[in-house]
Each structure stands twice: as C-alpha cells, then as structure tokens.
C-alpha cells in the first residue's frame, strides 16, 4: 500500500459542497489514466475509460463528514452544525479546520466537567452545548468564518500495526483504491465511468445527479463498512471482521443488491485469489442506492465495501490488507466487468 498516498488523500479537506481542494488532487492523479476527465456542475469529477460492452458506473464519494459555522458570538466563540452524521461524543476536544477567509485552527470545547451537575455528567454530549475557539478577538473571528463556513477535523493518519487510523477513512479509503484501479488496470471492457461524487453524506446527491446522466447498466460503489468485531459485540450482530477480506456488498438499509452482481464480483475474487467477505449492513447506506432506483434507472448494482473501525469518528481504523485486497478487486473490475451477463 502506498502510504504516503493515502495520507495526502486523507489530510486533504473536502467538506459536503465545498470537494474542491480534494477533487484536484484526484484529477492530477488520474489524469494520465483515463480516455476523458471532467467536473460537472454540482462538483463531481467524472472519468471515463472507453471501451466497447456495457455502460458502468463507479462511484467513490469525495466529501468527508464535517461542520459548518452558524454563528460567532460576542466573546469569540463559534457555533456550528453538522454536514454528515455524528455522535457528539466524538467532538469533544477534537482540533478542527476552519476554512474562512483564511484557514485557521480551532478547538472544540464544552463546559468543563467541574462545574457541571450531577444531571450534566450523566447526559449524553448534545451538539447545541459545544462550540469552537479559535483563540483570537471577537471582531477578528467574525471578518474571517462568516456564517456558512466548512469546517473539518484535524488528525494525522497514522500506522496502527498492521492497520490505519485516522479521520476520514470514510471514505478516502475508497477514493485511494478507485485512484489506485484506474492507475493499474491493463485494460477496460466496458464503456466505464469512474466517478468521485459529490455531497454523500447529506444524502447522495451528487451520486444521484451522475447517475441520471450516465444511465449505467451496471453501478458499483466503493465505500467503507462497519466492521464491528469488537468486544460487547456478539457474533450474529457482526457486520464485516478487520483484516478478512474487502467487503461486497449483499444489503443495507437502502438497497437490496442484485444477487447475480454479487455472485460475479465473488467469483472475480476467487480466481484472483482476493480475500472477500460477504457484507450485510442492517443501518446506513452508501451511493449504491443512488444508481439503482433512486433514478428509476434499475441497474445491476452491489458496492465494494472496506471494513472499518470507529466509523464518523477521527480515528476510524481499517487493514492494510482489506485496503490492499480492495485495489485489486477494483483493478479487476475495471479489467472484467464487462463479462458481466445483463439480464
């Protein structure tokens, strides 16, 4: 795996709406790759590899979860709310981004747990009592976040054995592979269109657009998964297992998959000798719904789902080797998937 990379890939920011400054190492990175590389105007970067057999669609979300600035008060202190889901817990005393008119840091802060009641301590966090500091003047905060500022999470990814960890593996760990496929694939036959969408985690949107446009055949969407194999978990409530295999998807909250597609990226995995599971995710959802019937298109879909750790936190934890194995069942894909028998 090609570390250095994925960090770079992850350290760069990309809020819900605002993927830009990741969208453009995206483009220098495929650029040489792909027969054609545009930005449509809701902010999707769509690549495409030509080649004769069916129209597909990969997608790979760009936007990681973050927050936005509502207000600055009197003392200097910034509120904001969410762009993605979140456990509040997670933010306590997380260093974040803010990108204003200039990029400053911040902190996250609460009230201090000495002077809380007894009825406080035993709350569950609630994002409307946390709030930002930046450390400057009053004046000075409100001229650099204006309302409407993205704001992201600061952590450096690092090693953890034989696995990552950091902020926004979710889901630059699926943008890192998609990069990585169309940068080592021999070959395309199908007419693909590899596209890093917009907007994922407030509600698929810029899935949806591409989708509309594109009218795939066959959708595939990269993504990560919960892999829940930690203790207080019992067996029959796991979803994925750390370091078993790339995830494909069977099912989750949004989508049932076509079992026909699982059943041939199942057997591309075995004649490569790739390590796979079999991914079903009773909660959440991915862009896999949004190239099926959130259309109205019904194409053939399924996802390519890396497990992961602590999902929407800043220390979200995947494989090496599930990350690994990912690349070469994308590679492969890219490669194949236009052996696919449409029904």
């Not at 030509?50 to 669609?57: A, E, F, Q, T």
């Not at 390590?275 to 719904?289: F, H, I, N, P």
């Not at 099926?292 to 090496?320: F, K, N």
Request: hydrophobic share 40%; with cysteine.
């Amino acid at each position: 795996m090609d570390f250095e990379l994925l960090k770079k890939i992850v350290h760069t920011p990309g809020a819900p709406g605002h993927e830009k400054p990741i969208r453009d190492v995206v483009e220098e990175l495929i650029k040489p790759h792909v027969d054609e590389l545009y930005t449509d105007p809701i902010g999707n970067l769509i690549a495409r590899k030509k080649g004769k057999g069916p129209r597909v669609m990969l997608a790979a979300h760009l936007d990681e979860i973050s927050l936005i600035s509502t207000h600055v008060d009197d003392k200097g202190f910034i509120r904001f709310s969410t762009l993605g889901g979140f456990d509040a817990d997670t933010l306590t005393t997380q260093r974040v981004w803010i990108h204003g008119k200039e990029m400053i840091p911040g902190v996250i802060g609460s009230k201090p747990i000495h002077i809380q009641s007894d009825e406080e301590k035993k709350a569950k966090t609630k994002l409307k009592n946390l709030f930002i500091d930046v450390g400057l003047p009053a004046e000075e905060v409100k001229e650099l976040v204006p309302n409407g500022t993205p704001v992201t999470r600061m952590r450096d990814l690092i090693k953890l054995g034989n696995s990552v960890t950091g902020k926004s593996l979710d889901n630059r760990l699926s943008v890192y592979i998609l990069v990585k496929a169309l940068q080592e694939a021999e070959s395309c036959n199908s007419d693909l269109h590899a596209v890093f969408t917009v907007q994922e985690e407030v509600g698929l949107r810029g899935a949806r657009v591409a989708a509309q446009q594109i009218q795939p055949e066959i959708g595939i969407a990269l993504d990560i998964t919960l892999a829940n194999d930690l203790p207080g978990v019992g067996d029959h409530d796991k979803c994925t297992t750390l370091g078993e295999g790339i995830g494909i998807k069977v099912m989750d909250k949004s989508i049932i998959c076509t079992p026909e597609l699982v059943s041939h990226l199942e057997e591309i995995a075995s004649s490569r000798s790739i390590s796979y599971q079999r991914e079903v995710l009773t909660a959440g959802g991915t862009d896999t719904s949004a190239m099926q019937y959130l259309m109205g298109i019904g194409s053939h879909v399924t996802c390519i789902s890396c497990p992961t750790r602590y999902v929407h936190s800043t220390v979200e934890a995947a494989a090496v080797s599930d990350i690994e194995a990912g690349v070469k069942l994308a590679t492969a894909c890219i490669e194949t998937i236009g052996d696919y028998k449409l029904k």
